[in-house]
């Protein structure tokens, strides 16, 4: 899954994918700071908490990282379930000033990730991560961040470990990762008695993986985007329409653009017409830039810087930041349609966010065992910089629960 997530970036455009581009939120209602009183519902007592400054008016994206000589909320000693694959100082890692920064948004401070506060909110609902690996990814960091409120237990785990369910019993809490490589339905093509690595999509179907649990979930994070980096032919319903980056005569490329716009329009319907959901919380995660340098994956690129760069220094602003673009715009065009259903979809946008850290990735310490000398400049190493995803869901979390908009 990993060796295939990462050929995928073999194409030069996915590189320091990150770029500048000011989008304004339409959906985003000013309001002012003001200071509320919650009462939270914890096992055994109602508890009082003070949230001061909580408002919409902060666009909680726009910002930057300033230095934080605190220790991080978790280690690799104090969290038991960071993954191999994440755990660089297991694999050798020794710079630690990646721990020590925060986000700061330009107008507001945010809080320290709380375990008891997100426990506290998300009690007796489930939680699921839609996507692939770097889905997977923030999935595990907020198992980490939890953790350190109440143990989680594993009570679901498929065989390839890509899907799998955790509890907090005390917080009657559940929280999934559903793999999805393409949100759409896909089959893997075959040639020859083995698989391509290239997939038909259909496009009008959403894939069963995670819309048979929509009924369980309150909260939804969707995020897919890597995937998509390759051949791949797109149907609807029965007809074969075009393909993606291929070269077939008498076929139309279609573009990698248009596939993930439908892709995510085909998710968001299925939510908005679902029946037998709740009131579900959308998020869109948008594009998380991966940072080959001096080469691509293949070609000896690799990730080896020790700090974040400035915004004005985040390079390669190719046309990738299209992509974040385009779920832009699909969150805005489903948030329009869950209006009157009562239905809540968000973004998560971290693209600029994470354009700035290009230190917080695996690089040559991810345990890649199949392809030694390898960077993984894709994913996040746990603790690290894409804790902060966590800290600003966290902050979605509370303005919905205590209608700040
Ligand atoms: C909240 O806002 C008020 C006025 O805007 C400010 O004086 C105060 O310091 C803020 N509190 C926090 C915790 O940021
Ligand atoms: C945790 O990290 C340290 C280096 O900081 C490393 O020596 C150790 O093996 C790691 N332990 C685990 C359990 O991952
Ligand atoms: C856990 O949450 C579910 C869903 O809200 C609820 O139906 C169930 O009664 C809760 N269980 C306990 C033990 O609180
Ligand atoms: C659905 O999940 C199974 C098991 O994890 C996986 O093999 C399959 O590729 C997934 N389907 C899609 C379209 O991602
Ligand atoms: C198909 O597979 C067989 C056996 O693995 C191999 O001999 C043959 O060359 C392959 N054909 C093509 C077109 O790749
Ligand atoms: C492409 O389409 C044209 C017209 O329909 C047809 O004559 C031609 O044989 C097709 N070429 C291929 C390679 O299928
Ligand atoms: C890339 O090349 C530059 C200039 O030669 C060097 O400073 C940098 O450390 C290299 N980065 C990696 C990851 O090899
Ligand atoms: C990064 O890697 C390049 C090439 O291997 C090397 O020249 C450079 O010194 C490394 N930088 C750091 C900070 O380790």
């Known amino acids: 899954m990993e060796r295939s997530l990462i050929n995928m970036c073999n194409s030069a455009s996915v590189l320091f994918c990150t770029a500048i581009l000011t989008i304004v939120f339409t959906f985003y209602i000013l309001n002012y700071p003001r200071t509320i009183t919650v009462q939270e519902y914890s ?25 934080d000589m605190r ?48 426990l506290s909110i998300v009690q007796g609902k489930t939680m699921a991560f839609v996507g692939d690996s770097l889905a997977r990814n923030q999935m595990d960091s907020l198992l980490c961040l939890l953790s350190t409120e109440e143990t989680p237990k ?134 998380s830039p991966s940072h080959f340098e001096n080469g691509t994956w293949n070609t000896g690129g690799g990730c080896n810087r020790t700090q974040p760069v400035k915004i004005e220094d985040v390079i390669g602003r190719d046309s990738n930041w299209e992509l974040r673009k385009i779920q832009v715009e699909e969150i805005e065009t489903a948030t329009e349609k869950g209006e009157y259903l009562g239905n809540r979809f968000e973004i998560l946008d971290i693209t600029e966010i994470m354009g700035m850290r290009p230190d917080g990735h695996p690089g040559l310490y991810g345990g890649n065992t199949w392809m030694t000398g390898y960077s993984d400049c894709i994913h996040w190493c746990l603790p690290g910089p894409i804790d902060v995803w966590n800290e600003l869901l966290l902050e979605m979390i509370k303005r919905q629960t205590y209608s700040l908009n």
């Not at 055994?44 to 230095?67: A, D």
């Open 71 to 118: 220790d991080t909320l978790y280690t690799n000693f104090s969290c038991t379930t960071i993954p191999y694959r994440r755990n660089c100082f297991f694999h050798g890692r020794k710079d630690e000033d990646f721990l020590h920064w925060r986000w700061k948004p330009e107008q507001c401070e945010i809080p320290r990730f709380s375990s008891k506060t997100f």
């Open 154 to 287: 594993e009570v679901y785990k498929d065989a390839e470990d890509r899907s799998m369910t955790w509890e907090f019993p005390k917080h009657n809490f559940t929280l999934m990762a559903l793999w999805s490589q393409f949100l759409v339905s896909a089959t893997e093509t075959m040639f020859n008695g083995s698989a391509t690595g290239s997939f038909d999509l259909h496009l009008d179907k959403v894939d069963r993986n995670w819309s048979e649990k929509l009924p369980f979930i309150d909260y939804a994070i969707f995020s897919d985007v890597q995937w998509f980096f390759r051949q791949h032919y797109l149907y609807e319903g029965s007809n074969l329409i075009g393909c993606i980056l291929c070269q077939v005569p008498n076929m139309t490329d279609l573009g990698l653009n248009f596939a993930i716009k439908r892709a995510f329009q085909a998710a968001f319907k299925q939510i908005n017409e679902c029946k037998s959901c709740k009131n579900i919380f959308t998020v869109l995660r948008t594009f």
């Open 43 to 67: 096992q055994t007592n109602i508890v009082t908490r003070h949230y001061e400054n909580v408002s919409r008016s902060c666009n909680l994206f726009k910002g930057q990282w300033i230095p």
